[in-house]
């Protein structure tokens, strides 16, 4: 079976960065697609950032330009680096992913526990 291990968030300033991890267990996993998203209180679950194993980034605009996603294919897990951070980017982060797994190449679709993140003074 395979899991995604979250880790990273907390509570961090304005202006302030935060770094998120996420590592899909299982040695037979591929991934397609990994990537990240958020839900704040209140509002619906939005996208952050994805990328594919192929190396495409998608952004949501609101991050780009602050936040950057990048992947170790070897280790399954991505990353997140989130910069300048806003008080608007508080939220419970997931992690997403999506891919096949040996031997049978089924089709998964994964997501992580979530993690908070707080941006305050």
């Known amino acids: 079976q395979v899991q995604l291990v979250e880790s990273g968030g907390g509570l961090v300033q304005p202006g302030g960065s935060l770094r998120l991890s996420c590592a899909a267990s299982?040695?037979?996993?591929?991934?397609?697609?990994m990537g990240w998203y958020r839900q704040a209180p209140g509002k619906q679950r939005e996208l952050v950032a994805t990328?594919?194993?192929?190396?495409?980034?998608n952004y949501a605009g609101s991050v780009k330009g602050r936040f950057t996603i990048s992947t170790d294919n070897a280790k399954n897990t991505v990353y997140l680096q989130m910069n300048s951070l806003e008080p608007e980017d508080t939220a419970v982060y997931y992690c997403?992913?999506?891919?096949?797994?040996?031997?049978?190449?089924?089709?998964?679709?994964?997501w992580g526990q979530g993690m908070l993140v707080t941006v305050s003074s």
């Open positions: 997403y992913a999506d891919g096949v797994l040996a031997p049978d190449y089924k089709y998964l679709q994964l």
């Open positions: 990328v594919t194993s192929g190396g495409s980034r």
């Open positions: 299982g040695s037979f996993f591929r991934f397609n697609v």
